[in-house]
């Protein structure tokens, strides 16, 4: 029988539907497999708070993370217009930089050494001090003792961009199917498409294996292709106020313990976000939100004062060292794009370039490709999700 689709993704998540757009907009028969997509309360992308900010964001032991979030962001000034014209829908992207500041003493020492380390990378970031900080945010609280600002960081509003991808993928001609995948359709070993829970199945040349946290425990799928990805929950808080209480992203450390407020352009906020290895667990707790708002209330005093809208727990995908799988699996015909843990939506326009690259003609892409190369955890078991042990047996909560 012939190919029903060129290209079948499985998860509608930001990733997911970017691959899908991509291999849309080059004339390929796609169809995206996923029984909410993008509208998923635990899925990563309905959660996030939309921050682009691989130079705020980097840490010591993650420079191949910091490579491939710098060619992202590069992508996404050129990937939202597109994306705009393709769907009409604004995507409230935001290039105002992201100031990242200390409360305490010891915070504000742990921050020169990231000055000093993005210095010696070469990375735009300015140091400021205390009333510098304030002088740019002027809710910041009097006790904040120092900043750096990365002017070159963005966001953007996660559920626009999905919404405008859905709209987009409508018009390429791709096909949705509101289902959950059971295992994969083969033929001589190699991936030819997938079966659905609501029966049949539904061929392709290609599976692009996106399912966020799941990714890795998908029932009916071959132990050897599945990627050694696990959830990590985060809460997060949506707030609102007549005015805009800042004007850029604010990341801010309280006695060592991090919290970042990322404004949106109708006036809310997005307060988060823990970061808990406690398997599939998607309850929003007492213990999660308080920590939330007592670190944010340190940063910006006015926080408390607020509406609250929405309290969320989302999962996203970690994996084993923190960088994305994305490229081919040792399974012919089956590609991975998952894994990319606090990084999906900064990393969707090169995911889906690094997927629409599979000849390799792009030199660029393909330098960047071997850092995300699924093969690099080839033969390795797949790790028991975490989450179905006892209670007990699982960590507590961790920022």
């Not at 900043?147 to 070159?152: D, E, H, Y």
């Not at 799988?325 to 690094?354: E, F, K, Q, S």
Request: charged share 20%.
């Amino acid at each position: 029988m012939p190919d029903l689709f060129d290209l079948v993704v499985v998860g509608g998540g930001v990733i997911g539907l970017s691959v899908a757009w991509r291999a849309a907009g080059r004339g390929l028969r796609v169809a995206v497999v996923d029984p909410a997509p993008a509208t998923s309360r635990t899925a990563a992308s309905y959660a996030a708070a939309g921050m682009l900010a691989p130079v705020s964001e980097v840490t010591y032991t993650e420079e191949p993370l910091l490579r491939l979030g710098l060619a992202s962001l590069e992508r996404w000034p050129a990937f939202a217009a597109e994306l705009t014209r393709a769907s009409g829908h604004d995507l409230d992207l935001r290039a105002d930089g992201t100031l990242d500041v200390a409360f305490g003493s010891d915070d504000l020492a742990a921050l020169d050494d990231l000055a000093a380390f993005t210095a010696s990378l070469g990375l735009p970031a300015e140091r400021l001090t205390g009333r510098e900080c304030r002088r740019l945010e002027p809710m910041l609280a009097p006790s904040v003792r120092g900043g750096m600002l990365a002017g070159g960081d963005s966001w953007v509003d996660p559920r626009r961009v999905t919404a405008a991808l859905l709209a987009a993928l409508g018009r390429a001609g791709a096909t949705l199917v509101p289902d959950r995948v059971t295992g994969l359709l083969t033929d001589s070993g190699a991936a030819r498409g997938v079966r659905l829970a609501g029966g049949g199945g539904l061929s392709a040349g290609r599976v692009v294996l996106a399912a966020g946290a799941w990714s890795g425990s998908l029932e009916g799928m071959p132990p050897e292709v599945l990627p050694p990805v696990r959830p990590v929950k985060g809460q997060i808080m949506r707030l609102r106020s007549p005015e805009p209480v800042l004007g850029r992203c604010v990341r801010g450390a309280v006695h060592g313990s991090h919290v970042y407020l990322v404004p949106r352009g109708d006036g809310g906020l997005v307060l988060g976000a823990t970061q808990e290895e406690l398997g599939f667990d998607t309850r929003v707790t007492a213990g999660g939100l308080w920590e939330l708002l007592r670190d944010a209330r340190e940063l910006v005093p006015g926080v408390t004062e607020l509406e609250v809208t929405e309290t969320i727990a989302g999962l996203r995908p970690g994996s084993p060292d923190n960088l994305p799988l994305v490229g081919p699996t040792i399974m012919p015909g089956l590609d991975l794009a998952t894994g990319h843990h606090r990084g999906g939506v900064l990393l969707a326009p090169l995911t889906a370039d690094l997927c629409a690259n599979g000849d390799g003609a792009d030199p660029v892409l393909a330098d960047l490709a071997g850092l995300c190369s699924p093969l690099r955890f080839a033969g390795a078991a797949p790790p028991r999700p975490p989450g179905t042990g006892p209670v007990e047996n699982t960590p507590r909560e961790q920022r």
